[in-house]
């Protein structure tokens, strides 16, 4: 079965950075597009990231334009989030997500698979 695994997930401080990491295992990588999601107390999840099954096009959240970047490594399964320029207001539980052949990126309804999530805390 389809398992997606993320890590990485911190305490930093603002300003500073954090590479997650999501592990996927029981899929053929290639061939997903992979999404990051966040979601804050009392708050709705929302998109981040995401990185489309192509191998090409890669597309973010305004909040996180230039200060976030999305990268794969189909060869290790593995999809990451590098963080930087990190603001109390990234602070949440971050979720990885997949699904196949997607050329939608979006919405939580896009992805049929998702991590357990990685907590993510930036104090001020």
């Known amino acids: 079965q389809v398992q997606l695994v993320e890590s990485g997930g911190g305490l930093v401080q603002t300003g500073g950075s954090l590479r997650l990491s999501c592990a996927a295992s029981?899929?053929?990588?290639?061939?997903?597009?992979m999404g990051w999601f966040r979601q804050a107390p009392g708050k709705e999840r929302e998109f981040v990231a995401a990185?489309?099954?192509?191998?090409?096009?890669?597309y973010y959240a305004e909040s996180v334009k230039v200060r976030f970047t999305i990268s794969r490594d189909n060869a290790k399964n593995t999809v990451y989030l590098q963080m930087n320029s990190l603001r109390p207001e990234d602070t949440g539980v971050y979720y990885c997500a997949a699904d196949k052949w997607r050329n939608s990126y979006y919405a939580t309804t896009t992805y049929k698979y998702w991590g357990q999530g990685t907590q993510v805390t930036v104090s001020s």
């Open positions: 990185f489309i099954w192509n191998g090409l096009n890669t």
């Open positions: 029981g899929l053929t990588f290639s061939q997903y597009t």
